[in-house]
């Protein structure tokens, strides 16, 4: 039995779905597909995948590169707001310490979807930053009719 490359490794830690009592985190490597097949999804969550996110999107595209190309005019971006969705990202920062050293330090912020797409994708493209992690509120996602 062969062993698995890193990138497969790396690849599926981000594939992940947590729930606190707020919100749904889903790993960045997420596909649409792979959420619909997660037990620990929320049944109405895929609701809304399968009746209105596939609209906008094919179902075997990450959720974060959705993300980073969606458009204000999509039925999906009106959904995702309706859900209160955050994106957390880190990126490094540069800053000047005691006796003029350089010193770099990981930054990291949660962004609701409109100040995403309006700030963070050029950075994210040109790998300044990076998504950590997507999420959506529980509450919303509760009285979101479908």
């Known amino acids: 039995m062969g062993t698995p490359d890193n990138n497969e490794f790396n690849n599926n830690d981000f594939k992940y779905v947590i729930q606190d009592t707020n919100c749904v985190y889903f790993g960045r490597e997420l596909t649409y597909a792979e959420m619909m097949d997660k037990d620990d999804i929320p049944f109405k969550f895929k609701a809304v995948i399968s009746a209105h996110i596939a609209r906008d999107t094919a179902l075997d595209r990450k959720m974060t590169d959705h993300l980073l190309q969606i458009s204000e005019k999509e039925f ?68 979101l009719s479908i």
């Open 76 to 143: 999906s971006y009106r959904i995702f707001e309706q859900l209160k969705l955050t994106v957390r990202v880190c990126y490094k920062e540069s800053k000047k310490g005691i006796g003029g050293k350089i010193k770099e330090k990981w930054v990291h912020k949660a962004y609701p979807l409109k100040k995403f797409c309006s700030e963070c994708p050029d950075q994210v493209r040109s790998g300044d930053m990076m998504i950590e992690d997507i999420s959506v509120s529980k509450l919303a996602l509760m009285v």
